[in-house]
Structures are given as structure tokens and as C-alpha cells.
């Protein structure tokens, strides 16, 4: 799921002071799971923003809305009719709800009330842990199914380096180091030969480096 | 000959080496550069010129070359993959080389939060096995990374690093394979203090027969003080400093720190010297390079070889 981290309400405040009719809206999908922008948040956001207009004496309208999604056209068309009651809207969702809010509704401003993270899993409640960087041609098929690219600081191919101790990263001895974890999955699979062939350059082409991305089924599109 | 290095000479003349290493300035002072350069001179068959190391800014590692060159001096220019894509490493590889610079030393570079530039991006579009492997292309192929041909190629003696002391320690030497296998003409290992763990890791390269495929430089820094020491073992990732050299560094006195920590370094020079599958030693002085006439001198390295 894509992970998400609430902002701090001074910066959203910082965004939003200067309107009056302001619809904070949530999403039902990933930012539910990690507790930062579903129909929970959504209902603290705007008290703590209602108590905050409350004692500055502005008299500010802030209105709740959770939609399924904020990724697909559909979900976004629900608030059409009542657009025209707000003049700004925090989105709680992740960038991607953000912008495609953005696109769809032209003359109103939207903010963002979260900061957008990574692509992760929940180890535990309250912690969340980057697995993937959408890099566009995976390779955890050759590395035990650990990437390298995501979860090794330098995205070293052909690791580790030399700052691998005692299965930690050089940065910070809370990361693991991914590449003491491939060796360890290598030699768990019981393909260790598998390390000595030497890793190709990276396509970064079909990353962030090839500009925004597009994936294409015209399959789907009949 | 791969390069005509005097490097590639020294060693393939089968002399023992000896490496040192100069860090360019924080600025744009070349005085500071000349004057370090003065006391490698003659000391060493090569100086390592260190490329933003701990991520720090320093003058550009080819420029410094440069100066060294001006000096009378061989220049091993080293190259992290943390600041450079490839564009810019085939670029900094052939205007190195253009300008008379002719080894290279190609490695990942320590990560970037640890400099003055926390907040930067890390490049890491290859890592230090692929950039072995793209000067090899490039100098023996004649290629560009994209295939397209090169008018003149640089014909560098290619160097790489080796960490024997970084986990997990079984593969380290599987992954030096890789960097052999990947076209490194040289290794320069991290400093060494546990003489025990590296005598079992140069066995296992002997046995896999990388030592006679690559030569190995051991990696020296004397210790100046117990500060120091102690800072290495518990501060720099990667180096592992053995108690008993804290202690007897302890043990040597007031005054007397810096005096013990060369005598180590040179009983380890000696060792290397009789050491199968080492064919030299990288004297690492951290802004220490006036010391470097009195350790070359009492490592009993001297003269150094000149070869034609």
C-alpha cells in the first residue's frame, strides 16, 4: 500500500488560513490502513481545525467527507454537486488523490494534509516499512525476492558494500543491510551461486528517470 | 601493459608497492595540495586522490589529479558512484585520462548523510562493480556504456576497493570475485587492525586464485592517538579496530601514542612483504602525509622502485 504521514497541522493551517468554507476530505484506501488520511483522520483534522478558528474568532465552515477512493474518476464525481460550497480542500489522501482532485476540480484549491511516504507493509501497528520503489523492471526474481534497489541506501546491484556490519547499514544500525538479507535468502533457497554472476546496469529508463510514467492496456480500453 | 602506469610497472616488474593517499583541500588552495605532494614525492609509486570522501566537498578528485601531475607525481584518481551518473563518469574518465591521468580507483563512496550535504540526493545510477566493469569497456573494448565506439580510449589501471572486515564476512571474498571478474586490475583494501581476519581472507583469495589474477594492495593507516583508534572501532562503519591495539597504544606512554602506532603500522608492512597473495601496501596517513618520508623510511620501503 502506498504509506502515508500526517503533516503537521501548523502547515496545513499555514495553508488554509485565509479561506472560509473548507471541505476535508479523506480517503477509504491506503491512508485508512496506515492511519493517516481515512474517515477517522479526517474527523480529528477538523476538529483540531474547528478549535483552532474557534479561538482565533474567525468564523470558518469545515465540512467531513471520506470517499472510497481518490484514484479513480467515479469516487471523485460523488462531490461534485456540493464543490461549489467550498472555496479550499485538504485532501487527506496521498499525492496521487491530491493531484487528480486537483485536475478534476480546476477552480478550487487543494491542499495536502499529508505527507505521501512509500510503497510498504504494516510490520505492526503504528510501524510501516518501505518494500517497493516502482521502479518499473522488477529483479527479486535474481535477488531472493529482497530489492535492493528499495532497500538498500546506496541501491547497490552487486552488494554489499563496505559498510555492511553485523547485518545493519552503515546509515543506521536500524536498517538491515539488504544485502545481508539477499545473502541470507540466497543461501536459505540454496542458490548462492546465484551471487557471483555479476548484476547488469540498471535500466533507469522505465524509473522516475524516463519522466512520468504510463502503463497501457488497450486490451482493457475495447 | 594495460595502462603503462607506473603503478601497473611497479607491480608488474613483481616489486613490492606502496601506495599513499592525499585529500584535497576544502577550497581552492593548490599550495596545500603541492605541499602534501612534496612529502609523498619519491616515497610512493602512486597517491590516491580522494573523490568528496566521508561525502565531504572537497576540490574535485580529477583536479587534484591534476596538480599532482604538475608535481611529479602519479595521481590514482578515485571515483564514487554517490555524485556522478554515467555520463558524467565516462566524461570525468576521458578528461582524466586526456590529461595524463592513467589509474583509477572505482568505488561506491560513503553515503551521503555522513557529509556536509546531508540533505542531497544520491546519485547511484551504477555501483562501484559496474563502473569496474564500464572503464574496462571503455578501455578494452573501445566502447561507450551505450555501445557507440570512443575516439581514443582511456587506457586506465583499474583499480578497486575490497573491505575484508565488513559483514557478512564469508562473502567478502566472493565479492572481491566479482570485482575481479568485472575487469579490476588492482585492489586497495580497507585499513587493516585484525591481522587474524585478514590473513584468513587473503587465504581464501589464494585459494580461489583471485591473488593471481588481481594484485592486492593492504590497506595501512597508523594510528596518531587513542582517540583515534578508538573513534575507528566504534564510529566508522566498516573498520575493525581489535582491543589489543587500543591497549597497547594505551601502553605506550605519553608522548609515545603516535611513535607506537607507526611501529605497528611497519610490523604490518613487514608481514604483507612475506604475505602470499600481497603484493603491496596502501598507506592510508589521514592529514598525516609529512609522516610519510619517516614511515616509508622505517617500513624499509625505500628507495622505490623505478622502472622503465
Redesign the interface.
Known amino acids: 500500500m502506498i504509506v502515508a504521514d500526517k503533516k503537521p497541522i501548523e502547515e496545513i493551517i499555514e495553508e488554509i488560513k485565509d479561506h472560509e468554507k473548507i471541505l476535508i476530505l479523506g480517503c477509504n484506501e491506503c491512508v485508512t490502513v496506515c492511519e493517516a488520511g481515512g474517515k477517522k483522520e479526517v474527523g480529528v483534522l477538523a476538529s483540531a481545525l474547528r478549535m483552532y478558528f474557534l479561538n482565533e474568532g474567525k468564523e470558518v465552515k469545515i465540512d467531513e467527507v471520506t470517499l472510497e477512493r481518490q484514484c479513480d474518476h467515479e469516487y471523485l464525481e460523488e462531490i461534485r454537486d456540493s464543490m461549489d460550497q467550498y472555496d479550499a480542500v485538504v485532501s487527506i489522501a496521498c499525492g496521487v488523490g491530491v493531484q487528480f482532485m486537483a485536475e478534476k476540480y480546476h477552480d478550487t484549491p487543494i491542499y495536502p494534509g499529508v505527507n505521501t511516504c512509500f510503497m510498504g507493509v504494516t510490520e505492526k501497528r503504528g510501524l510501516w516499512t518501505e518494500r517497493c520503489q516502482a521502479c518499473g523492471e522488477c529483479i527479486l526474481a535474481t535477488t531472493g525476492g529482497i530489492c535492493p534497489i528499495t532497500r538498500c541506501?546506496?541501491?547497490?546491484?552487486?552488494?554489499?558494500?563496505?559498510?555492511?556490519?553485523?547485518?545493519s547499514c552503515?546509515?543506521n544500525k536500524e536498517i538491515d543491510?539488504a544485502w545481508?538479507l539477499i545473502?541470507?535468502r540466497l543461501k536459505s533457497l540454496n542458490r548462492l551461486d546465484d551471487?557471483?554472476t555479476?548484476?547488469?546496469?540498471?535500466d533507469?529508463s522505465t524509473d522516475r528517470a524516463g519522466g512520468p510514467r504510463k502503463v497501457v492496456r488497450e486490451d482493457l480500453q475495447q | 601493459m594495460k595502462s603503462g602506469s607506473n603503478l601497473e610497472k611497479v607491480l608488474k616488474a613483481g616489486h613490492f608497492a606502496f601506495t599513499g593517499e592525499l585529500g584535497p583541500p576544502r577550497g581552492c588552495d593548490v599550495e596545500e595540495v603541492r605541499e602534501k605532494a612534496q612529502h609523498l614525492k619519491g616515497n610512493v609509486d602512486s597517491v590516491n586522490i580522494t573523490d568528496n570522501q566521508t561525502a565531504m566537498v572537497r576540490m574535485s578528485s580529477w583536479a587534484a589529479s591534476l596538480i599532482l601531475l604538475q608535481e611529479g607525481l602519479e595521481p590514482n584518481f578515485q571515483m564514487v558512484c554517490r555524485d556522478r551518473n554515467r555520463l558524467a563518469m565516462q566524461a570525468d574518465i576521458l578528461g582524466a585520462y586526456a590529461h595524463g591521468i592513467k589509474n583509477m580507483l572505482c568505488l561506491s563512496g560513503d553515503h551521503q548523510m555522513f557529509g556536509d550535504h546531508p540533505l542531497a540526493k544520491g546519485v547511484f545510477d551504477i555501483d562501484s562493480i559496474q563502473l569496474i566493469n564500464m572503464v574496462k569497456i571503455m578501455r578494452d573494448e573501445g566502447k561507450f556504456l551505450s555501445g557507440a565506439d570512443l575516439h581514443g580510449t582511456p587506457k586506465m589501471f583499474i583499480g578497486a576497493a575490497s573491505n575484508p572486515f565488513a559483514d557478512p564476512f564469508e562473502w567478502r571474498v566472493h565479492r572481491l570475485a566479482k570485482k575481479v571478474n568485472a575487469g579490476c586490475d588492482f585492489i586497495q583494501t580497507q585499513c587493516i587492525y585484525n591481522m587474524e581476519k585478514f590473513r584468513e581472507f587473503i587465504k581464501q583469495a589464494n585459494d580461489m586464485g583471485l591473488t593471481e589474477k588481481t594484485y592486492i594492495l593492504a590497506g595501512v593507516t597508523p594510528m596518531k592517538s587513542v582517540g583515534m583508534a578508538k573513534y575507528m572501532k566504534s564510529k566508522v562503519p566498516g573498520i575493525e579496530v581489535p582491543d589489543e591495539i587500543i591497549k597497547r597504544l594505551q601502553g605506550a606512554g605519553k608522548g609515545k601514542v603516535a611513535d607506537e602506532g607507526i611501529k605497528f603500522a611497519c610490523e604490518q608492512v613487514e608481514e604483507f612483504k612475506e604475505m602470499k597473495g600481497v603484493h603491496g601496501v596502501h598507506m592510508m596517513a589521514i592529514e598525516w602525509e609529512h609522516m610519510v618520508p619517516e614511515i616509508a623510511e622505517r617500513a624499509k620501503v625505500l628507495p622505490r622502485p623505478v622502472v622503465d
Open positions: 541506501a546506496k541501491r547497490v546491484l552487486n552488494g554489499p558494500c563496505g559498510g555492511s556490519v553485523r547485518g552503515e546509515i543491510c545481508q545473502v541470507d551471487y557471483e555479476l548484476c547488469p546496469l540498471k533507469w
